[in-house]
């Protein structure tokens, strides 16, 4: 294990405690597609699972009673579970050239998006029938890339859900994915006790600039940390598509 390999892990686990500091959610949006422009994006995935349960979980624990629309979060999650068992086993087949344009063109999809329909709305209703499928394509992007943003924040932003109740929904989704994902990629091979200590150690900087991303979010207003968000993630969809 190299010295650059660990400054890349923890500038990514740092930028993207920043981000779920600020919006509670979004940490692998912006750290898996990161590292994946500098190592290879099943590295990438790997490193993410342990991380991402471990702070998920806790969020979950710590907002658990703001949570209302139990039926709702549980559609999710068992969809969610079963797309990112599906997203791991395509994970251990496709090549790494083929998963970062993949990855490329799914955060491009997810920039279009918010760019396009930035006020778009969900009622409950609608929402709870879009649950099972809206769960398994996050759980399957999970699985294949470590991130469910482009799929998962969309749709639970437009139901305009109380901040905190977003939050727990959001880390249930999270933690359910982490958990199969888990052992699956362990059985594939494809997460080792390298993987794990890697992942271990940026949960330092993960946790510790989630403050950051808190008072950065209380100097500008959302709208403007948005598009900075935006603006990252163009520039490392550019440079997954580009030859490195």
């Not at 500091?21 to 912006?30: D, E, R, V, W």
């Not at 050239?97 to 778009?120: D, H, N, Q, S, T």
């Not at 929402?127 to 991130?147: E, N, R, T, Y």
């Not at 859900?161 to 052992?183: A, D, G």
Request: proline share 6%; glycine share 8%.
């Amino acid at each position: 294990m190299d010295t650059q390999t660990l400054l890349i892990v923890g500038f990514a686990f740092a930028l993207g405690g920043i981000i779920k500091g600020a919006t509670g959610a979004g940490a692998p949006l912006i750290a898996v597609p990161v590292m994946s422009s500098f190592v290879d994006v099943r590295f990438a995935v790997a490193v993410f699972v342990l991380p991402n349960l471990f702070t998920n979980l806790i969020q979950a624990i710590i907002y658990r009673r703001e949570l209302t629309q139990r039926w709702f979060l549980i559609i999710l999650c068992l969809s969610g579970g079963v797309g990112a068992f599906a997203g791991s086993l395509m994970l251990y087949q496709a090549s790494s050239m083929l998963l970062e344009k993949l990855l490329a063109f799914v955060v491009l999809a997810y920039i279009g998006f918010r760019v396009l329909k930035p006020g778009w709305q969900l009622s409950i209703p609608i929402a709870q029938k879009l649950s099972a499928p809206v769960g398994f394509m996050a759980g399957l992007l999970q699985g294949l890339f470590g991130i469910s943003a482009p799929a998962s924040l969309p749709f639970l932003n437009a139901i305009k859900f109380p901040r905190k109740e977003f939050i727990v929904i959001v880390s249930c989704l999270f933690t359910t994915m982490s958990v199969v994902q888990l052992p699956t990629l362990v059985r594939l091979d494809l997460l080792t006790y390298e993987h794990l200590y890697l992942g271990g150690l940026a949960i330092l900087p993960l946790v510790s600039c989630m403050p950051i991303g808190g008072f950065l979010l209380r100097q500008a207003s959302p709208e403007v940390f948005d598009k900075l968000i935006l603006l990252v993630l163009f520039c490392v969809a550019l440079r997954l598509l580009l030859p490195h």
